[in-house]
């Protein structure tokens, strides 16, 4: 669905973007991370037709955003991270304002805004001004905008940015929402718990270049080669980081407390096996499972800054 091949992009002697590759698949929430300056609006805007790339190409649903730049625009919604609204207009008819731009005939525009209001749970604001809105009202509203031509692509930079927990949590339930409207959404965003709870996928920038990328899983799974493992016992957990020790595939034994943690070469079978071994053995086992970190932990190991790396497909 969307496609970055070799993507660069300079300002000056700033290199945004340094032959930036990345492909997001139809109908997934994909998550676009990185530090300041990494690229990632960058990387939106050029997706979005409104920057050009010094090299490299873009494509949405197959079509080059810079040849095919007026059909990409009918199919992408753009929310970007700092955006106006007319404080002049009442919610829905800033809505029927964007519907005409994009040539929906009159007699359906008062229709596709209350539909709008509705999703972005917002029906009881159609004739309030934008400019008494709540900040988090007003980024819903921004959202809804995006969506009055039915795109199939949603880019959103930052929707979240400066709003309220309760704000943050409509607008995590919305964007779930798109998703089982068959929308694929590419969005950034600082704040990492949230994405890995909505994101099916997600990928880490660092200095114009794509660091790692994969699952939320795979991204946090902590990777040497092997699964790190951690078992707790209620008791005698030093015995058992000797008995894991002498096992064949386990490397690195660890007592951590009531726990012992260790690598492991294997699948779910070989898990599921070790497990039965330690029980077996008598061990009163109360918790067996693999390490990950969370994202923001993944994020800072990635971009150098965790002391380790982890690798993305």
Not at 85 to 103: K, N, P, S, T
Not at 245 to 273: H, M
Not at 282 to 296: D, I, K, S, Y
Request: proline letters at 4%.
């Amino acid at each position: 669905m969307i496609r970055f091949n070799g993507v660069s992009k300079h300002f000056g002697a700033v290199r945004a973007l340094d032959v930036f590759s990345l492909e997001v698949r139809e109908g997934l929430v994909y998550g676009l991370i990185g530090p300041n300056g990494a690229g990632k609006t960058t990387a939106m805007s050029i997706l979005s037709t409104l920057l050009l790339p010094d090299a490299g190409t873009v494509t949405v649903d197959g079509l080059d955003v810079v040849r095919e730049a007026g059909e990409v625009r009918g199919r992408i919604g753009y929310m970007p991270d700092f955006f106006g609204v007319y404080d002049g207009l009442r919610a829905a008819e800033y809505l029927e304002f964007f519907a005409a731009a994009y040539h929906i005939p009159p007699a359906e525009r008062q229709r596709l805004a209350k539909m709008l209001l509705e999703l972005v749970n917002l029906p009881d604001k159609a004739d309030v001004y934008v400019d008494s809105l709540s900040r988090g009202m007003k980024q819903r509203l921004a959202l809804a905008r995006c969506l009055v031509h039915d795109p199939r692509v949603l880019i959103l930079d930052e929707p979240a940015s400066g709003l309220d927990p309760r704000a943050r949590a409509e607008m995590k339930e919305i964007i779930r929402h798109l998703k089982h409207l068959s929308k694929t959404v590419l969005i950034s965003s600082h704040i990492l718990p949230e994405l890995a709870e909505i994101c099916d996928e997600v990928a880490i920038m660092d200095a114009g270049r794509l660091a790692a990328c994969g699952t939320v899983a795979e991204i946090t799974a902590v990777s040497r080669g092997a699964r790190q493992m951690k078992v707790e016992v209620l008791d005698r957990a030093e015995e058992l980081a000797g008995f894991l020790a002498s096992r064949s595939g386990i490397a690195e034994p660890l007592v951590d407390g009531p726990a012992v943690k260790f690598f492991l070469n294997g699948e779910r079978a070989e898990q599921a096996a070790l497990l039965q071994e330690i029980i077996y053995a008598g061990w009163p086992v109360a918790e067996f499972g693999e390490v990950r970190r969370n994202l923001e932990e993944a994020f800072m190991a990635v971009t150098g800054e965790g002391g380790e790396n982890i690798e993305g497909n």
